[in-house]
């Protein structure tokens, strides 16, 4: 069983940056793929982010190139997504999921076992 936490979130101004957390329980963080996935009201969850278990592999969803970059710290059990340059279009509820036990990387939601609660991100004009 893993249990994860989202933090970091809030309301900030376009342009402007934050770093969400996600904090994972368990023994298997290591071994596990994480992603980081939204959702603005009335639209489909989508990607935004995933990484490898080792870390050696990341994805970057089109809109998110460039500007937010993922990182985990398996001593910390965490997964990180500094956000910068942000636009009022990245305003949604943010979830890490994880994929226990795959050394690999997925950007396909329905392939992830776990998810946290969510944080909300709103950038205003």
């Known amino acids: 069983q893993v249990q994860l936490a989202e933090s970091g979130g809030g309301l900030v101004q376009a342009g402007g940056s934050l770093r969400l957390s996600c904090a994972a329980s368990?023994?298997?963080?290591?071994?596990?793929?994480m992603g980081w996935f939204r959702q603005a009201p009335g639209k489909d969850r989508e990607i935004v982010s995933a990484i490898s278990g080792s870390g050696a592999s990341r994805y970057y969803a089109d809109s998110v190139k460039g500007r937010f970059t993922i990182s985990r710290d398996s001593g910390a059990n965490t997964v990180y997504l500094q956000m910068n340059s942000l636009k009022p279009e990245d305003t949604a509820v943010y979830y890490c999921a994880a994929k226990v036990t795959y050394y690999g990387i997925t950007i396909r939601l329905r392939d992830y076992d776990y998810w946290g609660q969510g944080t909300q991100v709103t950038v205003s004009l």
């Open positions: 368990g023994r298997t963080f290591s071994t596990s793929a």
